[in-house]
């Protein structure tokens, strides 16, 4: 059998973690030192701190990071999309930069993926965050499941170590969620438990409306029922209006407003997706669409005539 070289890409999401940065970095590399082909791939989403320049120092000291710095703050999933695109080993983990699940637990992860697996994901045991943020997305995992009859990985969490290739078709899809994503293409893929600690420094950048907000790019992007529920009231208040109840008027302007709302959320899904995002600085070769220059060196403009000049010449 031949040997197929093989190693790891450690996956960083990075939004306004400043020191944050260098943590990661010492815990991961000291963590992960046994494995010979490592790569720790930053990617900032957009920060406004100096993380960006942290990661700058931490690439030159060491030829095993690697950055990508977004133009603006794109979110997660765009995170994940160029994050998959770049990796340039085998296996990609996502670790987030707080390091709430220590890097000790990728060897977890690893343990799975020896078993033929093509993604392995975390479930935290024990978890650590604010009870708001644990039951909300408790609650979102819940209705996935039960209201929407999605099929998602039970406790999975953005932890998670992925087959880069198989990573970079589920991203290639554009769908909204990843692990909504991997039992629908059929990935081979476990969960596992893992420890879970409170945030070193900070807090959480992912704030409660973009948790709404994600959690209905899920619900209309994997089900359909929210429309079979909207046919099935629609057709109780025709039955109301036919047998001449007083409110069925009312009843079937609600309905029709809610109707629109929802048919015009998943109209919106026909309309061809934006770029996921645009990179504005790298220590990677790039790919020309990933940049808003589309590869094109960037001239100096051109010089302003001198002050000296003939009056036709100054403005």
């Given at each position: 059998m031949t040997n197929?070289p093989?190693g790891?890409t450690?996956?960083?999401?990075c939004f306004?973690?400043?020191?944050?940065v260098?943590?990661a970095?010492?815990?991961l590399?000291?963590?992960?030192?046994?494995?010979?082909n490592?790569?720790?791939?930053?990617?900032d989403?957009g920060?406004?701190?100096?993380?960006?320049?942290r990661?700058r120092?931490?690439?030159e000291a060491?030829?095993?990071?690697?950055?990508?710095s977004?133009?603006?703050?794109?979110?997660?999933?765009?995170?994940m999309?160029?994050?998959?695109?770049?990796?340039?080993?085998?296996?990609?983990?996502?670790?987030?930069a707080d390091?709430?699940v220590?890097?000790?637990q990728?060897w977890?992860?690893?343990?799975?993926?020896a078993e033929?697996?093509?993604?392995?994901?975390?479930r935290?045991?024990?978890?650590?965050d604010?009870?708001?943020?644990?039951?909300?997305?408790a609650g979102?995992?819940?209705?996935?499941r039960?209201?929407f009859?999605?099929?998602?990985?039970?406790?999975a969490?953005?932890?998670?170590?992925?087959?880069t290739p198989v990573?970079r078709?589920?991203?290639?899809?554009?769908l909204p969620?990843?692990?909504?994503?991997?039992?629908?293409?059929?990935?081979?893929?476990?969960?596992v438990?893992?420890?879970?600690?409170e945030?070193?420094?900070?807090?959480?950048?992912l704030?409660?409306?973009?948790l709404?907000g994600?959690?209905?790019?899920?619900f209309?992007?994997?089900?359909w029922r929210?429309l079979n529920?909207l046919?099935?009231?629609a057709?109780l208040?025709l039955?109301?209006?036919?047998?001449?109840?007083?409110?069925?008027?009312?009843?079937?302007?609600?309905?029709?407003?809610?109707?629109?709302?929802?048919?015009?959320?998943?109209?919106?899904?026909?309309?061809?997706?934006?770029?996921?995002?645009?990179?504005r600085?790298s220590?990677?070769?790039?790919?020309?669409?990933?940049?808003?220059?589309?590869?094109?060196p960037?001239?100096?403009?051109?010089?302003?005539?001198s002050?000296?000049?003939?009056?036709?010449?100054?403005?």
């Amino acid at each position: 059998m031949t040997n197929v070289p093989t190693g790891l890409t450690v996956l960083v999401p990075c939004f306004n973690e400043g020191a944050q940065v260098e943590v990661a970095y010492r815990e991961l590399t000291a963590e992960l030192a046994a494995i010979a082909n490592l790569e720790i791939l930053f990617v900032d989403d957009g920060s406004t701190d100096d993380s960006l320049a942290r990661i700058r120092t931490l690439a030159e000291a060491d030829p095993r990071v690697r950055y990508l710095s977004f133009t603006r703050n794109f979110g997660i999933e765009a995170v994940m999309t160029a994050g998959f695109r770049y990796a340039g080993e085998p296996w990609t983990v996502q670790c987030d930069a707080d390091l709430q699940v220590p890097p000790s637990q990728i060897w977890r992860l690893l343990d799975g993926a020896a078993e033929g697996h093509d993604i392995v994901f975390g479930r935290r045991i024990r978890r650590r965050d604010p009870l708001v943020r644990r039951l909300g997305s408790a609650g979102m995992h819940w209705a996935a499941r039960t209201v929407f009859r999605i099929e998602m990985p039970l406790g999975a969490s953005t932890f998670r170590l992925v087959r880069t290739p198989v990573a970079r078709t589920i991203t290639g899809l554009r769908l909204p969620w990843f692990m909504a994503a991997v039992p629908l293409v059929g990935a081979r893929h476990a969960v596992v438990d893992v420890s879970h600690r409170e945030r070193d420094s900070g807090r959480s950048k992912l704030r409660l409306a973009r948790l709404v907000g994600h959690s209905f790019e899920l619900f209309f992007g994997f089900s359909w029922r929210p429309l079979n529920v909207l046919y099935a009231l629609a057709a109780l208040g025709l039955v109301a209006a036919v047998l001449g109840f007083g409110a069925a008027h009312l009843l079937v302007s609600a309905l029709t407003l809610a109707a629109v709302a929802v048919v015009g959320r998943y109209v919106h899904r026909l309309a061809p997706p934006p770029p996921a995002f645009f990179v504005r600085e790298s220590n990677l070769p790039l790919l020309a669409g990933d940049t808003l220059t589309q590869g094109a060196p960037t001239p100096p403009p051109p010089s302003p005539p001198s002050r000296a000049g003939t009056p036709s010449q100054r403005v």
